[in-house]
């Protein structure tokens, strides 16, 4: 009786298995940076200049901040007296009902805090205005 004898051949095929792996570890990387990168961390913001509304247009409608928190609107009865939120929404509420292209602005001190003019931003958004803008000062008058 005589054993055969096998001989192995040579299978010339990749194996993926380790590619597969490779793939699955990168997406894994993917998926967990993904929502980090839509967060972001540091907030630098490019400097501009804007452009002054042409004055044909009706007077804007200014809700001023000032250092302590308090507010200010330009088409009250009393500009320089503080108003309450809800005096300050039925306001620009009535005035929105009857010029609705009328911008709508905030105009904050330096110095108060970020949570006020959100506040600020929220309440006239809440009366009606479609958007709401930020009054800024051109860096030439700043410095002089």
């Known amino acids: 009786m005589r054993k055969k004898r096998y001989s192995r051949k040579l299978v010339a095929e990749i194996n993926v298995v380790p590619y597969i792996d490779v793939m699955l570890v990168?997406?894994?990387?993917?998926?967990?940076?993904a929502p980090l990168l839509q967060q972001g961390v540091a907030v630098d913001l490019p400097q501009a200049s804007a452009k002054t509304l042409p004055s044909s247009e009706k007077e804007p409608i200014?809700?001023?901040v000032d250092k302590a928190g308090n507010f200010y609107l330009n088409i009250a009865d009393q500009p320089q007296l503080t108003l309450r939120d809800e005096a300050i929404s039925l306001r620009v509420m009535a005035e929105l009902k009857r010029y609705p292209e009328r911008k709508v602005f905030v105009k904050a001190d330096n110095q108060v805090n970020y949570g006020k003019v959100m506040a600020a931003m929220v309440l006239l958004q809440k009366a009606g205005a479609p958007s709401v803008g930020l009054v800024t000062q051109h860096k030439e008058s700043a410095r002089g």
């Open 62 to 64: 200014v809700l001023s």
């Open 26 to 33: 990168l997406l894994v990387i993917f998926i967990v940076s």
